[in-house]
C-alpha cells in the first residue's frame, strides 16, 4: 500500500499506477475508520481497478462551537486496517496542502436547496465545506467512480448534485449503511457516547423503522401525527432532537405522504454527541 502525504506525491503515485489506463475507485475519509468505511472500500474495488482512501479531517466544514479539536485522529490504527483490506493507495494531507490560504480564505462550493435543509439548517456553512474538500480531492484524484455511504443521505444527494451540475465525470455509488448487532448506525461519533447512552442510542434506528412500516398505509393527515408521536418516543428516552421528518429524495422538500420516494431522516443529541440516520422509503 502507498502513503501519498501531500497533492504532489499524489499526482506522481497515481500517473505510475494509471498505466495501461486502469479505473480509480476512490473514498474520501475523515480517518477513525470503520467496518462502515471498510465496506465502502471493498464496494470500489469491485469497481474500479485502483482503490484510494484519503484521510483528512477537514476544517471548513466545522462550525466554531463544533468537535474539530476533539475529533478522534488514529492515523496509524488507520493505516494498519486500510494495509488489512488491501487498498492501493492512501492520501493523508495536511490542511495546508487542501488549503494553501486557509480554509477561511477558499472558495467555497455551495449546493442550494439540498444543501440548506435539515444538517443544512443546523448547522451553517457545514455542506459548503463538505462539498468545497470533496470537490477539491476529486480533482487531485481525478477518480472514475467514488463510493459515499448511504448513513450520510442528504450528504450523498448533494455530491451527487454537485457532481452533475458541474459536469465531473465521476460515477457517484452509494453504500450501504453499516450497522452494529442492536441496529446503531456505525459511526466515528459513537464512541463519545456514555455506556448508558450507548444502550439508548438503538432507539433511533428502532423508531425510524417502526414509522417507515407504518407511514405507507396512511392517509396524509395521519403521517403528521405519526412523526411527531415518533419524535416524542425518542424524547422521552433522553434525546434531544433536531429534526424528525419525512422528506422528498429528489429535492429533500417535507412530504405529507409517502407518493413518491422519500426517506425519514433524524438528528438527535445524547449529551454532547449528536447522531444522524435515515431510512428511505419507496412510492406507495
Given at each position: 500500500m502507498i502513503i501519498?502525504?501531500?497533492?504532489?506525491?499524489?499526482?506522481?503515485?497515481?500517473?505510475?499506477?494509471?498505466?495501461?489506463?486502469?479505473?480509480?475507485?476512490f473514498v474520501p475519509t475523515m480517518g477513525n475508520l470503520h467496518q462502515g468505511h471498510l465496506s465502502l472500500i471493498e464496494q470500489a474495488q469491485n469497481a474500479a481497478d485502483i482503490v484510494v482512501a484519503s484521510i483528512f479531517v477537514n476544517p471548513m466544514q466545522f462550525a466554531a462551537n463544533e468537535d474539530l479539536d476533539t475529533y478522534p485522529r488514529t492515523l496509524e490504527a488507520d493505516l494498519s486496517a486500510?494495509?488489512?483490506?488491501?487498498?492501493?493507495?492512501?492520501?493523508?494531507p495536511s490542511a495546508s496542502d487542501i488549503y494553501p490560504q486557509g480554509s477561511e480564505n477558499e472558495t467555497t462550493i455551495h449546493v442550494p436547496v439540498l444543501g440548506e435543509a435539515l444538517c443544512g439548517?443546523?448547522?451553517?456553512?457545514?455542506?459548503?465545506?463538505?462539498?468545497?474538500?470533496?470537490?477539491?480531492?476529486f480533482q487531485l484524484v481525478k477518480p472514475t467512480v467514488a463510493i459515499f455511504g448511504e448513513k450520510d443521505l442528504q450528504q450523498l444527494l448533494i455530491i451527487?448534485?454537485?457532481?452533475?451540475?458541474?459536469?465531473?465525470?465521476?460515477?457517484?455509488?452509494?453504500?450501504?449503511?453499516?450497522?452494529?448487532?442492536?441496529?446503531?448506525?456505525?459511526?466515528?461519533?459513537?464512541?463519545?457516547?456514555?455506556?448508558?447512552?450507548?444502550a439508548i442510542a438503538?432507539?433511533?434506528?428502532?423508531?425510524?423503522?417502526?414509522?417507515?412500516?407504518?407511514?405507507?398505509?396512511?392517509?396524509?393527515?395521519?403521517?403528521?401525527?405519526?412523526?411527531?408521536?415518533?419524535?416524542?418516543?425518542?424524547e422521552q428516552a433522553g434525546f434531544s432532537v433536531d429534526y424528525f421528518e419525512l422528506r422528498s429524495l429528489a429535492t429533500l422538500s417535507t412530504l405529507s405522504d409517502t407518493s413518491e420516494d422519500c426517506a425519514l431522516f433524524v438528528a438527535a443529541r445524547l449529551?454532547?454527541?449528536?447522531?444522524?440516520?435515515n431510512i428511505q422509503i419507496c412510492a406507495r
Amino acid at each position: 500500500m502507498i502513503i501519498a502525504a501531500d497533492s504532489q506525491a499524489l499526482r506522481d503515485r497515481l500517473t505510475e499506477l494509471r498505466v495501461g489506463g486502469a479505473t480509480v475507485g476512490f473514498v474520501p475519509t475523515m480517518g477513525n475508520l470503520h467496518q462502515g468505511h471498510l465496506s465502502l472500500i471493498e464496494q470500489a474495488q469491485n469497481a474500479a481497478d485502483i482503490v484510494v482512501a484519503s484521510i483528512f479531517v477537514n476544517p471548513m466544514q466545522f462550525a466554531a462551537n463544533e468537535d474539530l479539536d476533539t475529533y478522534p485522529r488514529t492515523l496509524e490504527a488507520d493505516l494498519s486496517a486500510l494495509r488489512q483490506i488491501k487498498a492501493d493507495l492512501v492520501f493523508t494531507p495536511s490542511a495546508s496542502d487542501i488549503y494553501p490560504q486557509g480554509s477561511e480564505n477558499e472558495t467555497t462550493i455551495h449546493v442550494p436547496v439540498l444543501g440548506e435543509a435539515l444538517c443544512g439548517k443546523e448547522r451553517p456553512g457545514h455542506f459548503d465545506g463538505v462539498c468545497t474538500v470533496v470537490y477539491k480531492l476529486f480533482q487531485l484524484v481525478k477518480p472514475t467512480v467514488a463510493i459515499f455511504g448511504e448513513k450520510d443521505l442528504q450528504q450523498l444527494l448533494i455530491i451527487k448534485k454537485m457532481t452533475r451540475d458541474l459536469g465531473l465525470p465521476i460515477d457517484i455509488q452509494s453504500g450501504a449503511t453499516q450497522r452494529a448487532a442492536d441496529g446503531l448506525a456505525l459511526s466515528s461519533r459513537n464512541q463519545y457516547l456514555s455506556a448508558d447512552q450507548r444502550a439508548i442510542a438503538p432507539l433511533l434506528w428502532r423508531t425510524l423503522r417502526e414509522c417507515a412500516d407504518k407511514l405507507p398505509r396512511l392517509p396524509a393527515d395521519e403521517v403528521s401525527l405519526t412523526l411527531k408521536a415518533a419524535r416524542k418516543t425518542i424524547e422521552q428516552a433522553g434525546f434531544s432532537v433536531d429534526y424528525f421528518e419525512l422528506r422528498s429524495l429528489a429535492t429533500l422538500s417535507t412530504l405529507s405522504d409517502t407518493s413518491e420516494d422519500c426517506a425519514l431522516f433524524v438528528a438527535a443529541r445524547l449529551g454532547h454527541t449528536r447522531l444522524i440516520d435515515n431510512i428511505q422509503i419507496c412510492a406507495r
